[in-house]
């Protein structure tokens, strides 16, 4: 049970690391963001779980 438990808080820990990089990478100018290969600012039409 716990090894789940740890699995599912790894899992969110993760998600939250990756939101904020995201956050911060779109927080940076246009052309940095065309530099760097960053996907255009577009809402996904899908709920995604972090497991």
């Not at 939101?19 to 990478?25: H, K």
């Amino acid at each position: 049970m716990f090894k789940s438990l740890n699995r599912i808080r790894a899992a969110f820990a993760q998600a939250s690391k990756r939101r904020c990089t995201a956050r911060e990478l779109n927080e940076l100018p246009t052309e940095i963001q065309k530099d760097i290969g960053w996907p255009d600012r577009t809402e996904p039409d899908e709920i995604r779980l972090p497991f």
